[in-house]
């Protein structure tokens, strides 16, 4: 039954704090005082010609020694209301406010007001309830149903306030759906927090830091008012309870909203639209959430946007990401992601960014095991295409293509940029290592640039790293040679008949030497991953040979793109100081934090930090994020340094040696030119993308040539540009 209690009426507006939970000497309104925007001699009381006119324009007001206004104060501008409680009104005078030529008179009207601040030059109409509320100035609300605050609102974050049981509590339980994993939604929440948390849960050391810092970043006392910051427009909404809205903020036929923080400020305003139900949750700075879009605790991260119907549930949705139309249910999403299409599913995975999840796409559609415990694991760039269908438990490295298909078990695909296929006829897993750079440059190419033009964000909280070959690739594609050169040598035993079992370094020996070798040879040979399908059916790797020398040529222009990159931030440097800053052992561990990359050697000294209490909350521990990429920037060229001489087999960068480096890398920028046109040039060669074109002109009339193209064009430039600074870093003594 509804739990309906009967007050009287002098409590009705009073008595916002229980008694219990007011500290002794205090009242009702002393946390209200606090938030206040303006002190308490800013208001006055009412003159007897002003409480008149309001009467006469239809007003009432339980005790008029409560309502209080600023000058100057026009009491004609407010007509047809009830006020209860304390209200303080800021200036109200005769003038309108306008927002996308929707314009509205400043003051108040067919509204019930109780115990709310209202700042200066506010136009609120047809606001039926309106409780326990700080508005800021210039706020336009019109025709809303319900808009007011409790006395225990937690605006979203995972805290308990005074007197409330634990079970009350918000979790995230993401990645997993067994809760394992759960973590605590807090206001500035970035996916590098809900990373570590997330990640390292047998370490309860850490785990039991990381809530208590969540509890001791808000104030647990009760009484807090709902905030609305100055220049918000709210129109057309039915339910706000609990939500704390930042300035600027543009809400428009939203259903019901409870228990938020809205980030919004003048730089990045956030705008949420119709038919939107959010509950539970924080809202980033600059984001958009519209079109009858769902979602339940959540942290939707800076510059993100939902759209036509998305639903977000248990989940962390990382910066300048997009959701239309599909479902994400627990799941830590790093930034840059993308999903387009309504039947789209993604469930219970760890996806870390630069990610598009294609139409009809089931990632998680099935738990192989007797819980609904399993997780999927996709590294940057994860991309698969139409109607995939992915089991739990399954990982993937860097930049996979998943092609058409419904994969029958679990996967572990350690072979970065690869395209992975299921071949039902040959009744075959099939992978092409390195795909992307052999035959879809384009996309590979455009993948930094296109991610870095749409970072929209003017605060950068969460540190990003968009270049698709970074540490933790470039490590990746180490790995994967390794694999390649074990996986072939057990082929060319296997042709040979040859039985001997040898240690992994003697296969991968031997591994080298035939992919050194002529690659019509390699291609004699069925080379079998391992380890790679929960089945008994074969693995086939595909084009090894040309795969292998394709990892090799990315990891060499890695490596020297970074070493120019260097060359270019430090002007005066020579290959002799560059060799001497850039020295030192390989380090092969990376973690992405959030979009972040750092070694793990870092990592685990901010953990341990964190667990002595040298970092001792959120803030301190975001600052030591900042810190840390302010290291990666070297960490990264020292890593680019260490990564050639392992490629060319070199202790020490000679100049002869430094000269030949950069020849190579000249080839590897040219080729990268060369396939960004021809690999685009395909749409426009391909007979049937014409077949819907009565001439040529008209084709070139609507898609234009692959000569207009505006990133064919600048990786045109660029090669010119790299071109430039080799010639430069040639002269290097």
Not at 3 to 17: L, S
Not at 670 to 687: E, F, G, L, M
């Amino acid at each position: 039954m509804p739990d309906v209690k009967v007050i009287p009426t002098e409590q009705f507006g009073h008595g916002f704090i229980p008694a219990e939970h007011l500290p002794r000497g205090r009242d009702e309104h002393y946390l209200r005082n606090k938030q206040a925007k303006r002190p308490d001699g800013h208001w006055r009381n009412l003159r007897a010609d002003e409480i008149e006119t309001l009467v006469k324009n239809g007003n009432s007001c339980d005790d008029w020694d409560l309502l209080l206004a600023r000058d100057p104060f026009d009491p004609r501008q407010i007509r047809n209301c009830d006020f209860h409680g304390l209200v303080r009104l800021g200036s109200v005078r005769a003038a309108a406010l306008e927002h996308h030529e929707l314009q509205m008179p400043v003051g108040i009207t067919n509204s019930r007001i109780i115990s709310c601040d209202i700042g200066d030059d506010c136009a609120i109409h047809d606001v039926r309830y309106l409780a326990h509320y700080i508005l800021g100035d210039s706020v336009m609300l019109l025709n809303v149903d319900e808009m007011h605050t409790t006395n225990h609102a937690k605006f979203g974050n995972g805290i308990v306030k005074e007197g409330e049981e634990e079970d009350v509590r918000v979790w995230l339980d993401v990645i997993n759906e067994t809760s394992g994993r759960a973590i605590l939604p807090f206001d500035g929440m970035m996916t590098a927090d809900a990373y570590i948390w997330a990640r390292y849960r047998e370490d309860r050391k850490l785990q039991k830091m990381l809530i208590e810092m969540v509890q001791r970043r808000f104030d647990s006392r009760r009484g807090f008012y709902g905030m609305v910051g100055d220049r918000c427009v709210i129109k057309n909404t039915r339910i706000i309870k609990d939500v704390r809205v930042g300035q600027c903020c543009y809400i428009k036929g939203a259903n019901k909203l409870k228990n938020l923080t809205v980030n919004s400020s003048a730089a990045e305003s956030t705008q949420i639209g119709e038919g939107v139900e959010l509950v539970n949750g924080i809202i980033g700075l600059g984001c958009h959430v519209f079109y009858g879009c769902k979602a339940v605790r959540f942290v939707l991260c800076d510059n993100s946007h939902l759209k036509y119907g998305a639903r977000l549930i248990h989940s962390v949705l990382g910066s300048n990401s997009t959701v239309s139309c599909c479902e994400i249910l627990h799941n830590l999403v790093f930034p840059a992601h993308e999903q387009h299409h309504n039947n789209s599913f993604l469930t219970a995975a760890l996806v870390k960014g630069q990610s598009n999840i294609a139409a009809g796409a089931t990632v998680g559609s099935n738990h192989n095991s007797r819980a609904n415990d399993g997780e999927i694991e996709a590294g940057r760039g994860f991309w698969p295409g139409l109607c995939v269908s992915l089991k739990h438990s399954s990982k993937f490295a860097s930049f996979s293509l998943v092609a058409k298909g419904a994969y029958p078990a679990e996967l572990n695909v350690p072979l970065p940029f690869s395209l992975v296929s299921n071949n039902e006829t040959a009744g075959r897993l099939e992978i092409m290592p390195a795909y992307w750079w052999l035959y879809n440059m384009y996309a590979l190419a455009r993948n930094t640039w296109k991610f870095l033009t749409r970072d929209k964000r003017k605060t950068k909280a969460q540190n990003i790293e968009f270049d698709s070959l970074a540490p933790d690739t470039a490590e990746e594609i180490f790995a994967a040679r390794r694999l390649l050169e074990v996986w072939t040598a057990k082929a060319h035993l296997r042709a040979a008949g040859r039985q001997k079992r040898l240690s992994e370094s003697k296969l991968a020996a031997m591994g080298r030497e035939l992919l050194a070798g002529d690659p019509a040879e390699v291609r004699k040979l069925e080379v079998l991953g391992e380890g790679v399908e929960k089945s008994r059916r074969d693995v086939r790797i595909g084009k090894v040979a040309e795969s292998y020398r394709a990892y090799g040529e990315m990891l060499h222009y890695y490596a020297v793109k970074n070493l120019l990159d260097y060359l270019n931030e430090t002007p005066k440097a020579t290959l002799a100081s560059m060799r001497r800053k850039l020295a030192g052992q390989r380090e092969t561990r990376w973690e992405n934090l959030g979009g972040q990359l750092a070694p793990a050697g870092q990592v685990a000294e901010l953990l341990s930090a964190i667990k002595s209490g040298k970092l001792a909350d959120w803030g301190q521990i975001h600052e030591q994020y900042n810190r840390m990429w302010g290291e990666y920037p070297l960490l990264k060229r020292k890593h680019a340094m260490a990564t050639l001489l392992e490629l060319l087999g070199e202790e020490r960068l000679t100049a002869k040696v430094w000269a030949a480096a950069l020849d190579e890398a000249v080839r590897i920028q040219k080729y990268i030119c060369r396939q960004v046109r021809s690999t685009r040039a395909k749409d426009y060669d391909n007979p049937f993308r014409r077949a819907t074109f009565a001439s040529e002109a008209e084709m070139l009339a609507v898609v234009g040539s692959v000569d207009d193209n505006s990133f064919v064009q600048q990786t045109e430039a660029d090669t010119k540009a790299f071109l430039a600074r080799v010639r430069k870093a040639k002269r290097l003594k």
